[in-house]
């Protein structure tokens, strides 16, 4: 299976901080992901990126912006935290085609906003 | 645009019980289908999957048929344990550029000794 890494389980910040989630896959996959989970609402798609330096927006990229520098390493930046970004995030990556598409996750990152 | 819609939780269950849960989905093409679970506290994990119609994902007891006539993907255990007890997700993925997941709301089951 597709190891994907999340630096941070538990984060606080405060109101207008700027945050850094990040995620590190420990293969050569393509397409990387960030979602976040809230109540009720299952997992919502903020930006996802096909390549090295390739993004494209999701479903909810608005206060949220990415970067991929790196193949294995894809991270999501809160340019400026508010309240209602508090959420459990979660990055995933999908493998090669002859895995049938599936999308791997990593563990989560929650993220409270005070 | 591509939807899932799964059935409202909780649901709660004796031990031994038998387990549906229902999914169904909204899409264009001919997209894979899966079920996630999250037991508590943690990220979600592969349960089962299926590409095509009429296939059957299955993995630990639960099972799930591709069924495109009715546009389903319903999960199902014969024999429910406690350890079990986690939110369960259908979603889908169409084939089409980078195949990103469509999730429903997450059903929450919780499974009682």
């Known amino acids: 299976d597709v190891k994907v890494t999340q630096s941070s389980r538990y984060l606080v910040k405060r109101t207008g901080e700027k945050v850094f989630l990040e995620c590190v896959q420990d293969?050569?996959?393509?397409?990387m992901f960030w979602y976040r989970q809230d109540p009720g609402l299952g997992l919502r798609l903020i930006y996802f990126?096909?390549?090295?330096?390739?993004?494209e927006k999701g479903d909810i990229p608005e206060g949220y912006s990415v970067s991929r520098e790196k193949k294995e390493r894809f991270s999501l930046i809160l340019e400026s935290a508010s309240t209602n970004q508090t959420s459990m995030y979660l990055c995933?990556?999908?493998?090669?085609?002859?895995?049938?598409?599936?999308?791997?996750f990593g563990e989560g990152s929650w993220l409270t906003v005070v | 645009g591509n939807s899932v819609t799964q059935m409202e939780g909780p649901v709660t269950l004796s031990e031994e019980a038998f387990l549906t849960i229902n999914c169904t989905y909204t899409?264009?093409?001919?997209?894979?289908l899966f079920w996630y679970v999250q037991y508590p506290g943690e990220g979600l994990q592969l349960l089962l999957k299926?590409?095509?119609?009429?296939d059957k994902g299955s993995n630990k007891g639960f099972e799930a048929t591709y069924r495109k006539e009715t546009t389903s993907f319903h999960l199902e255990k014969g024999s429910v344990q406690v350890s079990d007890s986690a939110v369960y997700f259908c979603?889908?993925?169409?084939?089409?550029?980078?195949?990103?997941?469509?999730f429903g709301q997450g059903t929450r089951l919780t499974i009682n000794p």
């Open positions: 299926a590409t095509k119609a009429d």
């Open positions: 899409a264009t093409g001919y997209p894979s």
């Open positions: 979603a889908l993925s169409d084939r089409q550029g980078a195949q990103k997941l469509v």
């Open positions: 990126s096909y390549d090295v330096k390739m993004k």
């Open positions: 995933a990556v999908r493998k090669g085609r002859e895995s049938g598409n599936t999308i791997y």
């Open positions: 293969m050569d996959h393509e397409n």
